[in-house]
């Protein structure tokens, strides 16, 4: 077993592992740590694949904003385990049955490619896989491409358009006028005769 | 001794090799970081007209040894009710990304002790992973205080990641690699044509995000000390707490090395080329490693200046500071600089 064997295995026993972990614990915080910590074995997994621009954009993007955000909200909430474990039994047919079907899809589409499951063979010493994605996605993929860009900015503004309203009660402050203030607005110097 | 190394098998050797080149890279870092606390406290001692520390050791130059004795000896309290596991994983989480990510960094032409290409996006990935450090220890410490300083810090850093982030980009499209030592080498050529000049604005948004990544005074509303005790790490005593501030020390040495890396040039040498052929001074006016460390003092001297100098920022104004001004900022940079390398604009993206 070469030593790049062994890194792949462990990484992959902790991606696994990690993964198992992510529906088992109870405590949600640690569950979404499990995830994090599956997304970043993952990433390794893909570095060995020598597809590091893809590796290090997943733990760039999913552990470090998406997975954040995630746990942000989580560690805000006040969970009760007891009632999340209640529904177990009621729901586990139905998971098995998605489980079974996942699982089979996979096993099929595995064996239907079994030819070509070995390992690729390393690329060439001058391969860069970060500048062959870029070539690829602005030549031959170009319009897909920019049409995906141009999907998510809609997606991102009419987010923003959903949350975004008037709110007449809060006390914001602009901090440029808040510079420009002068001493004649806020205070007015009375003259006036002593009344003894 | 030569008849030992080579009966070794070769992946070991590999194994060997990378771990030494990483105890080069570390033994000095860490040292950097335990004179750095030194410096900060001498500096900003003068700067406030004090002596600062001077009792341990000739003008005080030990002291930093004896600060760590003392976090040694400490006893590390666990809080009640707090989470056992995440509250110790926490502070080897905000240490591993800030010391992980030097692998990438080179110190001069050709000394790195990971040349990828991604290095960039490396480093830009893992300043990310380390606000994970902070919030954990925020939640595991089961304390008000903790918790609100980690809230604070996490949405700060997610807020500065993404100026910092298009700073990076616009720093990619001017050397058009994403491997900081062709990012270096796309620079040569004297003093204006580095980087600093034609991404000038990019340069103050990169420097200040960074300090605000790093929760550095004027940002550091993630410990304010004046509302919230100590914010994340208010729980943490004796070596649990020193690893928080060997991080967060760390992290500020990381954010000067790359700006000087990205903006500044490097190993490179401000003078012209013929001068490094001058005899004696010529190894000093030429490129080489000083030049990298002389500047990278400098920008760690300004995290230093910037504590002394300003007053904490008010909680809103940094979400302004992050979203309204430095985002649109980058994002017309962005746009000028894709005019400038369509044009080949002289010097720098031609």
């Known amino acids: ?196 | 001794m030569m008849e030992l190394w080579t009966s070794l098998p070769e992946d070991l050797r590999t194994v060997v090799v990378i771990l030494l080149k990483i105890v080069v890279i570390l033994v000095p870092l860490m040292t950097a970081v335990a004179y750095t606390t030194f410096a900060e406290r001498k500096i900003i001692g003068y700067m406030q007209v004090r002596l600062g520390p001077n009792r341990v050791g000739p003008k005080g130059w030990l002291q930093p040894i004896a600060d760590a004795l003392k976090l040694l000896f400490k006893e590390v309290v666990v809080p009640t009710q707090s989470d056992r596991y995440l509250f110790f994983i926490a502070p080897v989480l905000s240490l591993g990304p800030s010391l992980a990510a030097w692998a990438v960094i080179p110190f001069n032409d050709g000394w790195v002790l990971a040349d990828v290409d991604a290095g960039l996006l490396y480093v830009l990935a893992l300043t990310s992973v380390g606000v994970y450090g902070v919030i954990i220890a925020g939640w595991a410490s089961n304390s008000k205080y903790a918790l609100l300083g980690a809230m604070r810090s996490a949405a700060q850093i997610v807020a500065y990641e993404i100026a910092m982030g298009f700073a990076l980009v616009c720093v990619l499209m001017a050397a058009g690699s994403l491997n900081l030592g062709d990012i270096v080498r796309g620079q040569t050529g004297g003093l204006l044509h580095w980087y600093w000049l034609p991404l000038l604005p990019i340069f103050g948004v990169y420097f200040i995000s960074g300090v605000a990544e790093t929760n550095r005074a004027p940002f550091d509303v993630a410990e304010g000390e004046s509302e919230i005790v100590a914010g994340f790490h208010v729980e943490y005593s004796g070596m649990a707490f020193a690893v928080f501030f060997l991080a967060e020390y760390a992290n500020m040495i990381l954010i000067s090395a790359l700006t000087a890396l990205m903006f500044w040039g490097g190993w490179l040498s401000p003078f012209p080329s013929a001068w490094a052929e001058w005899p004696v001074v010529g190894v000093v006016l030429g490129d080489g490693l000083h030049w990298f460390l002389l500047k990278t003092s400098f920008f760690l001297f300004c995290f230093l200046w910037f504590r002394a100098t300003f007053p904490r920022y008010r909680y809103d104004q940094i979400m302004r500071l992050g979203w309204k001004v430095f985002i649109p900022v980058t994002l017309v940079w962005i746009f000028l600089e894709g005019v400038a390398v369509a044009l080949k604009l002289e010097p720098w993206f031609a």
Do not use: C
Request: no cysteine.
């Open chain 1, 1 to 196: 077993m070469s030593f790049t064997q062994f890194v792949f295995f462990v990484f992959a026993a902790v991606a696994v592992l990690s993964a198992a972990a992510v529906i088992t614990l109870r405590n949600p915080v640690h569950a979404v740590l499990s995830l994090v910590l599956t997304f970043f074995s993952t990433a390794a997994l893909w570095l060995l694949a020598e597809a590091e621009f893809l590796g290090i954009t997943l733990v760039l993007v999913y552990v470090g904003a998406v997975m954040v955000l995630f746990l942000f909200v989580v560690m805000m909430l006040d969970i009760n385990i007891a009632r999340m474990r209640e529904g177990f039994a009621r729901y586990l047919p139905f998971g098995l049955v998605v489980a079974l079907i996942m699982g089979a899809e996979l096993v099929l589409y595995v064996l239907s490619r079994a030819p070509d499951v070995a390992p690729p063979a390393p690329a060439a010493a001058g391969y860069s896989n970060t500048q062959a994605l870029g070539e690829a996605l602005y030549t031959q993929y170009l319009y897909p491409f920019e049409i995906a860009a141009a999907i998510l900015l809609v997606s991102i503004i009419a987010a923003i358009a959903l949350t975004l309203r008037r709110r007449p009660d809060t006390k914001y402050l602009n901090p440029a006028e808040q510079i420009r203030v002068r001493r004649a607005e806020r205070v007015r110097l009375v003259k006036m005769k002593s009344e003894s």
